[in-house]
Every structure is written in structure tokens, then in C-alpha cells.
């Protein structure tokens, strides 16, 4: 409605056409007039249909932001430094939690019987009511602290996240900690996803950044608790492998661009002010 008012419209941090239905390109190029995104690859997209795209830098660049260093972190939290560290983001809603928490309870069940030291700290998205979490972790007898208002900190002690795929995953890549990244839905929602998503390799965004599959997928059925243990050891167990995934997720923060993208829409926006009559 703006645009047909004749109201110049600036869109900031378009649609994500590249993964859900890319003709939708051409709709949003009809009502908008400029288009500040936040993924490198976007532009390219629309250039086409609408040349005033401009890539502004992910604003999660000036969020994740580490406070404390890990040993720090480990003590305040009651975590013991000489444990390997496996840091659980299960996801910010419910229904995320209900389908993901589970297999992350299985694969903890799975690393504590084979003897060795690991521990899994709960990294609780504010979104998420502790309680039934914590009762889940209480029924499956296994000792995984869940902590608030700290994930930043959490991930930067962690060798290794377990990570349901959405911004979390960013997160993780922006603080340089390997990850397998984790995704289920119900049957319904995996079947329209097959049909709406095409040209799409990975659902996981440091892997769609990078070009190539910098860090394990594990989604649907390949999510379980053996699948999400396996893929983290073989991480784990590789020292060489480790540092290479924290090489390429240092080149998926520099193709994130640099921080003040908020700044750059905002001046975008000032730059089609001046231009109104």
C-alpha cells in the first residue's frame, strides 16, 4: 500500500527468498524501492529485478559480545575445567524444545556410559519456561545444568555446541565454537519444506555462508542420539578437524561484513529522505 501511495519504501532484512519459494523476488521487488539485507550472497538474488539492493553486515555482529573469559565462566557456573565441554542450545520455542531436547538427552545418556569427562551445560533461551526443561533433565537422571542470560559466555567455554538450526548457529560462528547443528519437524512440515525449498544444499546458515558444509547436519531422522554423538566425536576426537572448522567459521564472520548494520540501513533510509520532494 505504501508503494502504490507513492511512499518510498526501504525493506531491512528482506524475506529469505534463497531458501522458501525465490519467486517471491519478484514480488518484493515490486513493492519496495530499496533493500537492505544482511547475508553477502544476497544481492546477487535480486539483481536482476531490483538494483537497489545493498548488503549492510549481519547486525549480530554488535550483539554477541563475550564478557568473561572460560575458566571464569566454568567457575561461576560450577563447571569443572578439566571436563570437556559440550554446550546444549536446543532451541528458543517450545515446539523446538519438545522435538530436539529429547535426542540431546539421549546423546548426553550416550557420552556419560562411555566413561569419559564431559559435561553439558543448558544454555535457556529467554523464550523457553525453565521448569519443564529442568523436569525433562530430572526424569532422564542425568546432571545437565540449564542456565539463563549467559549463552554468549556458555558457547565461548564450549569445545563443541549441540545447536538447533536457526540464529543460534550464527551465534556459535561468530564465537568460533564447532558445532553440529540439529533440525526436526513433524512429518507434515518435513514434506512441505521438500516442496517449498529448492537449490538449497544446507539449512544451516554458518554452511550457507560459507558455500560448502563446514560443520555437520544432522536433520529429521538423522538427529538422534547416536547420529548427534558420532558426528560431535568426530570433531572431538580430530584436533586437526576442530581447528579446521574454527578456521572456516572465522571466514564466515568476515563474509558477515563488519558491525554498525543498523547504521548503514539508517543511512539508507536518511539517503531516500533527502530525495522526497
Not at 559480545?65 to 536446543?90: K, S
Request: one cysteine or more.
Amino acid at each position: 500500500r505504501a508503494k502504490r501511495a507513492g511512499v518510498p519504501v526501504l525493506y531491512y532484512i528482506g524475506p529469505q527468498v534463497w531458501a522458501w519459494r525465490r519467486g517471491r523476488v519478484r514480488k518484493v521487488a515490486r513493492r519496495v524501492d530499496r533493500l537492505a539485507v544482511v547475508f553477502p550472497f544476497e544481492p546477487a538474488l535480486y539483481a536482476a529485478r531490483l538494483p537497489g539492493v545493498e548488503f549492510v553486515g549481519h547486525p549480530l555482529l554488535d550483539c554477541v559480545r563475550v564478557t568473561r573469559n572460560r575458566a571464569d565462566t566454568l567457575r561461576l557456573y560450577g563447571l569443572d575445567p578439566a571436563r570437556r565441554t559440550i554446550v546444549l542450545l536446543p532451541g528458543s520455542r517450545r515446539s523446538e524444545i519438545d522435538r530436539l531436547l529429547p535426542v540431546f538427552l539421549d546423546a548426553v545418556r550416550l557420552f556419560a556410559a562411555s566413561g569419559e569427562r564431559y559435561q553439558f551445560p543448558l544454555a535457556l533461551a529467554h523464550t523457553v519456561p525453565r521448569e519443564p526443561v529442568e523436569a525433562r533433565i530430572r526424569a532422564a537422571g542425568l546432571e545437565v545444568p540449564v542456565i539463563e542470560g549467559d549463552t554468549y559466555n556458555l558457547i565461548a567455554a564450549a569445545e563443541l555446541a549441540l545447536v538447533s538450526s536457526g540464529t543460534a548457529t550464527l551465534e556459535c560462528a561468530l564465537l568460533e565454537c564447532p558445532m553440529v547443528i540439529t533440525y526436526r519437524v513433524s512429518r507434515l512440515t518435513g514434506a512441505l519444506a521438500r516442496l517449498l525449498v529448492r537449490g538449497v544444499r544446507n539449512i544451516g546458515m554458518p554452511n550457507i555462508v560459507a558455500g560448502r558444509e563446514v560443520v555437520p547436519e544432522l536433520l529429521q531422522g538423522r538427529a538422534s542420539g547416536a547420529g548427534i554423538v558420532a558426528a560431535a566425536r568426530a570433531i572431538l576426537d580430530d584436533p586437526a578437524r576442530h581447528a579446521e572448522i574454527i578456521v572456516a567459521l572465522r571466514e564466515v564472520r568476515r563474509r558477515l561484513g563488519r558491525g554498525g548494520a543498523a547504521g548503514r540501513a539508517a543511512a539508507i533510509a536518511l539517503e531516500i529522505l533527502r530525495g522526497v520532494p
